[in-house]
Nanobody, 128 residues
Framework: QAQLVESGGGSVQAGGSLRLSCAAS????????MGWFRQAPGKEREFVAV????????LYQDSVKGRFTISRDNVKNTVYLQMNSLKSEDTAVYYC?????????????????????WGQGTLVTVSS
């Protein structure tokens, strides 16, 4: 059964960095686009970043462009989110997601509930 497990969350000061990892127990990992969403307290879950099968195509939410980098390792079945220059507004629970159907360009607007597989989330807290 497909499962995603996030790790790497924690508490950092504004301007600091964190690297999130998502270990995927998926038989055909390379067949899935992998991405990250986040949900701040009292707000809806929002798209952060996504990468395609080989990791060469990426898409980011405007607010994280230039600060966050998504990457994947298809040998280790793991997707990463390197977060630099963190801001207090980045504070949220970060969720890893996987989907084999939704086009890359549609991840930013498609209902998040339509994605096939979700992790349990990892909390990132940025203090100012």
């Amino acid at each position: 059964q497909a499962q995603l497990v996030e790790s790497g969350g924690g508490s950092v000061q504004a301007g600091g960095s964190l690297r999130l990892s998502c270990a995927a127990s998926i038989r055909t990992f390379r067949s899935y686009f992998m991405g990250w969403f986040r949900q701040a307290p009292g707000k809806e879950r929002e798209f952060v970043a996504v990468t395609n099968w080989d990791g060469w195509r990426v898409l980011y939410q405007d607010s994280v462009k230039g600060r966050f980098t998504i990457s994947r390792d298809n040998v280790k079945n793991t997707v990463y989110l390197q977060m630099n220059s963190l801001k207090s507004e980045d504070t949220a629970v970060y969720y890893c997601a996987a989907d084999s159907i939704i086009p890359l360009s549609a991840w930013a607007t498609a209902p998040y509930r339509s994605l096939e597989v979700w992790g349990q989330g990892t909390l990132v807290t940025v203090s100012s």
